[in-house]
């Protein structure tokens, strides 16, 4: 049976949430884009979420930076198209559920963003002489937060 906890921050006051749950995306790649959406209005997020999809923007890197190319006018970067296509989905749900509540969808900022560990798929590949290999699968966890207000 799957527990199903809660979002990892509460706020008060007019907001909306979404959440993506077990997307098989790059951990790596998830907490870098979540880091530079956070504080963001939701129209430009948004924006920039196409951009990575076209590889016309780089999204910085912040954190596991081994062996990552410079990109120009960023740094260290990547496009992380795989991982932009989910973000995209989680914005444009919480765009929707914000729409379903009243608020005003042109004035949202993102309060919290978030990618966390999910479930692990476990699997084993056999090989000669009786051994096993390991092939083990993180799945991620997404959430958002937006509330009205120009942050």
Excluded: C, W
């Excluded at 706020?11 to 959440?19: F, S, T």
């Excluded at 890197?61 to 991982?83: I, T």
């Excluded at 949202?108 to 699997?123: E, F, Q, T």
């Amino acid at each position: 049976m799957i527990i199903m906890k809660g979002y990892s921050m509460e706020i008060e006051g007019n907001h909306a949430k979404a959440r993506i749950r077990e997307a098989d995306i790059s951990l790596k790649d998830s907490v870098n884009i979540a880091h530079h959406l956070r504080g963001m209005p939701l129209s430009r997020a948004k924006e920039i979420i196409d951009a990575v999809i076209n590889k016309t923007y780089a999204i910085p890197y912040f954190r596991y930076l081994d062996s990552v190319s410079h990109r120009p006018g960023v740094g260290p970067g990547r496009y992380p198209v795989k991982a932009a296509k989910a973000f995209k989905q989680l914005l444009e749900n919480v765009e929707n559920n914000a729409e379903f509540k009243g608020l005003n969808t042109d004035n949202l900022v993102i309060k919290h963003i978030a990618a966390n560990k999910g479930r692990m798929i476990k699997k084993y590949t056999p090989k000669a002489y009786g051994r096993a290999g390991a092939n083990f699968k993180d799945l991620i966890n997404l959430e958002i937060i937006v509330t009205e207000g120009s942050e």
